[in-house]
T-cell receptor, first 115, second 111 residues
């Protein structure tokens, strides 16, 4: 398996523009997570999907952020409108199940810069 | 909520030296994960510890979880440039399904 695939790897956009980040989880994994990494706050969980259903979106910063998982092999994280403070590395991770003894596999991340 | 404190924040060691990174939790750990992140890349799983007193090794990296299950250490023996990166400890949060992470320890190994 190619692992968790994220695209694009890098995104530079102007403030106010819409940004869409994409993720393809590992085939067969039923749990998907979106994280955001910044120097100040480290890795923060944004949203968790189980079997394509959003279970916990309490980490989504505000209404400008939305995430979807239309099927088991694809998820998107959208920011509209984007702001400079959204600049960060966004990671997608997937796992087979959740809980102790479950390993989460991370994608390479999307480095977002909003200017 | 559970907080994970890592120390030190950054470390520069000479190749061949040993080093230790610590991770301390504000709550009892029911699964402590160590990941490594190469600069500009994703997280790679290293080890998971579950039981108090447990110790696991992979090549030259050894991780331990203390008996009280509130502190873990990662020890690298005879460090090499390939060990450079950011080491993150993670633990299941109160939700039981997602990992909370420490802020990471940045390691640089000099020749």
């Amino acid at each position: 398996d190619a692992g968790v695939i994220q695209s694009p790897r890098h995104e530079v956009t102007e403030m106010g523009q819409e940004v869409t980040l994409r993720c393809k989880p590992i085939s067969g994994h039923n749990s998907l997570f979106w994280y955001r990494q910044t120097m100040m706050r480290g890795l923060e969980l944004l949203i968790y999907f189980n079997n394509n259903v959003p279970i916990d979106d309490s980490g989504m910063p505000e209404d400008r952020f939305s995430a979807k998982m239309p099927n088991a092999s694809f998820s998107t994280l959208k920011i509209q409108p984007s702001e400079p403070r959204d600049s960060a590395v966004y990671f997608c991770a997937s796992s087979l199940g959740v809980g102790v003894n479950t390993e989460a596999f991370f994608g390479q991340g999307t480095r977002l810069t909003v200017v | 909520s559970q907080e994970l404190e890592q120390s030190p924040q950054s470390l520069i060691v000479q190749e061949g030296k040993n080093l230790t990174i610590n991770c301390t939790s504000s709550k009892t750990l029911y699964g402590l994960y160590w990941y490594k992140q190469k600069y500009g890349e994703g997280l790679i799983f290293l080890m998971m510890l579950q039981k108090g007193g447990e110790e696991k090794s992979h090549e030259k990296i050894t991780a331990k979880l203390d008996e009280k299950k509130q502190q873990s250490s990662l020890h690298i023996t005879a460090s090499q440039p390939s060990h450079a990166g950011i080491y993150l400890c993670g633990a299941l949060g109160d939700s039981g399904y997602a990992l909370n992470f420490g802020k990471g320890t940045s390691l640089l190994v000099t020749p």
